[in-house]
């Protein structure tokens, strides 16, 4: 059983479109994340949500718009791509809580940008 | 702020060889260490975590000693295989309501047989 799924696994696209990424954990986890990796590896949060609430929200253009329908999705929305966006994308989740809790990730989304 | 420094890659070893992976942090108050390890494309996985000085973490023959003297998280292993090629990652959650994992910038593993 996948503990934490994403949806694509690959998304390429034209510079100017709007895209989604959709991301479902289903280890009864209260909440979740975005990550962004670069092309160095470079991995930096961008979102964290508890129990559909946004709790962290760093320096992302206001193009990226997560959405929580409910605790077990965090989908991510993209208006108008640009060349820099193009990175892989991971999506993980966790109990709330303590700071010793364990984040399971996704198999992470790559979006190239044409 | 949190910050991780991880030693630079990228690392090449032969097979059965010693490895050390240093990682130093710089944080308020009293974090969780995490060592994650993700294979080639794939996402991340956890490889060991402490969470409270002087603990040892250890998995699938790695281990890392949270030391807060020197504030570092090194990883280590006394035989390294093929299979652990990778990327390793060295990572930080902060305490308190914000939780956030604070990544190093990654350390690329080749074992050569």
């Known amino acids: 059983d996948t503990a934490v799924s994403q949806t694509p696994k690959y998304l390429v696209t034209q510079m100017g479109n709007d895209k989604s990424i959709k991301c479902e954990q289903n280890?009864?986890?209260?909440?979740m994340y975005w990550y962004k990796q670069d092309s160095k590896k470079f991995l930096k949060i961008m979102f964290s949500?508890?129990?559909?609430?946004?709790?962290i929200n760093e320096t992302v253009p206001n193009r990226f718009s997560p959405k929580s329908p409910d605790k077990a999705h965090l989908n991510l929305h993209i208006n108008s791509l640009e060349l820099g966006d193009s990175a892989v994308y991971f999506c993980?989740?966790?109990?709330?809580?303590?700071?010793?809790?364990?984040?399971?990730f996704g198999p992470g989304t790559r979006l190239t940008v044409l | 702020g949190n910050s991780v420094t991880q030693m630079e890659g990228p690392v090449t070893l032969s097979e059965e060889a010693f490895l050390t992976i240093n990682c130093t942090y710089t944080?308020?108050?009293?974090?969780?260490l995490f060592w994650y390890v993700q294979y080639p494309g794939e996402g991340l996985q956890l490889l060991l975590k402490?969470?409270?000085?002087?603990d040892k973490g250890s998995n699938k023959g790695f281990e890392a000693t949270y030391r807060k003297e020197t504030t570092s998280f090194h990883l280590e292993k006394g035989s390294v295989q093929v299979s652990d090629s990778a990327v390793y990652f060295c990572?930080?959650?902060?305490?308190?309501?914000?939780?956030?994992?604070?990544f190093g910038s990654g350390t690329q593993l080749t074992v050569l047989p």
């Open positions: 993980a989740s966790s109990r709330a809580g303590t700071s010793t809790d364990t984040q399971y």
């Open positions: 280890l009864g986890h209260d909440t």
């Open positions: 949500y508890n129990n559909k609430e946004l709790i």
């Open positions: 402490a969470t409270k000085a002087d």
């Open positions: 944080a308020t108050g009293y974090p969780s």
């Open positions: 990572a930080l959650d902060s305490s308190g309501s914000a939780r956030q994992l604070t």
